[in-house]
């Protein structure tokens, strides 16, 4: 990248800090960085994901025009149009990606990255042995975590993930965006839907519907809901689902930013039911 001659930031994602780099020769190109940089191959991981989601699932992602320790270069994609056809077309692509990629097991060959942390994504037969092991427990024991819940919450969900097979239907693998909140939806230049910064693995469809669902969808995106809802033949209870489910995304935002956007506040909603009261075994 020796070309670039300068670097407009822009605003957006959370764990790293990103901008549009314009070039003496070629398209301008999106590059992210971390302002320290992470110890494993954090932006390799990612490529990767954007990778298998468009060639496994057949998603559209920017191209990658460099993945290294330090940096993560792309092609530059366009704003979302603020339409219902633009969320009718996304609920075609995720139902694909999700129809066509199941797989036996639950996991992927490698450990990326969620923000900051680590995702472990050891092969597991069991789809609520691992939703319970690598997306929920494994926020136990960080900091702001044991701060934002208590000893009561933490057992709490400890509780909830015994439970989880009287609390959510059987599921099969499939190939998962895994961070898919409504920031991480863009557009191409011709207008199809695309994605960025993936935490990709094989896991649970409701997975990525969760992340939609709870973080503030726009009112033209309630078309989706009801197309993928048809395409994937969801049942009439998956809106019940949804708090439980995204428990995984709110504990990884409380575990990594001071300011939890009232995550917390929506873990401990959902781990009530599961609190024991004083003087109760």
Request: contains cysteine.
């Amino acid at each position: 990248m020796s070309d670039v001659v300068s670097v407009e930031p822009v605003s957006g994602g959370l764990a790293a800090v990103a901008g549009i780099a314009t070039r003496r020769e070629g398209p301008p190109v999106f590059v992210k960085a971390f302002a320290e940089t992470p110890d494993d191959d954090v932006f390799g991981a990612e490529a990767e994901g954007l990778t298998a989601l468009r060639e496994l699932g057949g998603m559209a992602t920017p191209g990658v025009v460099l993945a290294n320790r330090e940096l993560l270069v792309l092609s530059v994609l366009d704003e979302r149009p603020s339409t219902e056809e633009f969320w009718e077309r996304f609920a075609h692509a995720l139902a694909r990606l999700h129809t066509s990629t199941a797989h036996s097991r639950y996991g992927w060959h490698r450990d990326n990255w969620l923000g900051r942390r680590r995702q472990v994504n050891t092969w597991t037969d069991d789809g609520f042995a691992f939703f319970a092991q690598h997306r929920l427990l494994r926020w136990l024991g960080e900091p702001r975590v044991e701060a934002a819940l208590g000893a009561d919450h933490r057992r709490a969900l400890e509780r909830l993930c015994d439970r989880l097979p009287a609390l959510l239907p059987e599921r099969p693998a499939c190939l998962t965006h895994g961070d898919l909140w409504v920031q991480n939806l863009l557009a191409t230049p011709d207008g199809r839907p695309a994605v960025i910064d993936p935490a990709v693995s094989y896991m649970w469809a409701e997975v990525d519907l969760a992340h939609v669902w709870t973080t503030v969808p726009p009112p033209e995106a309630q078309r989706f809901f009801a197309v993928y809802a048809e395409l994937t033949k969801l049942d009439r209870e998956w809106r019940e689902r949804m708090p439980i489910i995204q428990l995984r995304q709110h504990l990884a935002v409380v575990a990594q930013f001071d300011d939890d956007w009232g995550a917390g506040d929506l873990i401990r909603a959902t781990l009530a039911p599961f609190r024991v009261t004083t003087g109760r075994r």
